[in-house]
């Protein structure tokens, strides 16, 4: 089930989403991850997923505790290799460490993409609902 999850499911909703869309009116979601060994194409590929899934599953109404998980599950793919990307430097121990934080990590960046697009949306002058 997973792997049809991961091989199907995903892809064709990040194919809705359009999560490879700028974020230039936006600030960089995924910045306070480490950097160490990091490439910026695949920050931007995740920061730009992470923005367009929020835009896609928030309603404004909802908890974000309850959406994050759903915006974290469209951008997999972009945060599995931004986290490569991070770890690539790390040493064996530095990376099992930093494997164990990371659904917490994703979960986060998620809520963060959230209440990122509901400030915008606020000044957008649309009515929202932040909680």
């Keep these: 089930m997973k792997n049809l999850l991961i091989s199907v499911v995903i892809p064709c909703m990040i194919a809705l989403v359009g999560c ?73 121990r530095a990376r099992k460490t930093f494997n164990r934080e990371s659904d917490q990590r994703q979960i986060d960046f998620a809520s963060a993409a959230i209440r990122q697009e509901r400030g915008a949306l606020a000044f957008s002058g649309a009515p929202v609902s932040v909680r």
């Excluded at 599995?80 to 430097?89: H, L, M, N, P, T």
């Design 20 to 92: 490879r869309g700028p974020t230039a009116e936006l600030t960089s979601i995924g910045a306070s991850a480490p950097s160490k060994g990091a490439t910026e194409p695949d920050k931007q590929a995740y920061d730009a997923c992470l923005s367009g899934a929020a835009k896609y599953i928030d309603d404004g109404k909802g908890p974000i505790e309850h959406e994050a998980p759903l915006v974290a599950a469209l951008c997999y793919p972009q945060f599995s290799q931004y986290e490569k990307s991070v770890a690539s430097g790390f040493s064996a």
